[in-house]
T-cell receptor, first 115, second 112 residues
Framework: ETGVTQTPRHLVMGMTNKKSLKCEQHLGHNAMYWYKQSAKKPLELMFVYSLEERVENNSVPSRFSPECPNSSHLFLHLHTLQPEDSALYLC??????????????FGSGTQLSVL | AQSVAQPEDQVNVAEGNPLTVKCTYSVSGNPYLFWYVQYPNRGLQFLLKYITGDNLVKGSYGFEAEFNKSQTSFHLKKPSALVSDSALYFCAVRDDTDKLIFGTGTRLQVFP
């Protein structure tokens, strides 16, 4: 186990639903990330939080809304999604995002299907 | 802008044979390069990194990678492949805003 836990593992939702993805890290890290993984595409960095402050928002549509209530927890709130949003959503954490040799610790992801 | 390219969608190799997974990069300054592996139904796991120093970097599970500045490459290698090495491999480069930029991934299939 990597110390990063994501729930749920699978999620099926309609385009009008509201749901949330949860991520928890037990590593004492200061930075947390949301990535989107689609087949045959590079991993897309969506959001970065450092010490609970959002430091990166990579032009992500407003139907994705992140929340970081403390350094151990990260949420991704979803509403009125589109079928093309179906993907594997990965959470990751790191000790300090500014260290050049920093490595990321990933959760197992939430496989999202939007119908 | 920094980027990485993984030219092969899939690499097939017989168990016991050497394997190579290719990665080329484009950076404006010093390259900070990484390899991650994703096993089925799992998140990515760190394998190895190049920051500075020796061009041959050793990592987890017997993997190593060779940094070649003149060819701007960072190929992942293993002398003897195992069936359990079958997974999705991602090359990544750190950009100048402290973000990791990942490639599209290469699926490694090791046949018994």
């Amino acid at each position: 186990e990597t110390g990063v836990t994501q729930t749920p593992r699978h999620l099926v939702m309609g385009m009008t639903n509201k749901k949330s993805l949860k991520c928890e890290q037990h590593l004492g890290h200061n930075a947390m990330y949301w990535y989107k993984q689609s087949a045959k595409k590079p991993l897309e960095l969506m959001f970065v939080y450092s010490l609970e402050e959002r430091v990166e928002n990579n032009s992500v549509p407003s139907r994705f809304s992140p929340e970081c209530p403390n350094s151990s927890h990260l949420f991704l709130h979803l509403h009125t999604l589109q079928p093309e949003d179906s993907a594997l959503y990965l959470c990751a954490s790191s000790q300090d995002r500014t260290v050049v040799n920093e490595k990321l610790f990933f959760g197992s992801g939430t496989q999202l299907s939007v119908l | 802008a920094q980027s990485v390219a993984q030219p092969e969608d899939q690499v097939n190799v017989a168990e016991g044979n050497p394997l190579t997974v290719k990665c080329t990069y484009s950076v404006s300054g010093n390259p900070y390069l990484f390899w991650y592996v994703q096993y089925p139904n799992r998140g990515l796991q760190f394998l190895l990194k190049y920051i500075t120093g020796d061009n041959l970097v050793k990592g987890s599970y017997g993997f190593e990678a060779e940094f070649n500045k003149s060819q701007t490459s960072f190929h992942l290698k293993k002398p003897s492949a195992l069936v359990s090495d079958s997974a999705l491999y991602f090359c990544a480069v750190r950009d100048d805003t402290d973000k990791l930029i990942f490639g599209t991934g290469t699926r490694l299939q090791v046949f018994p």
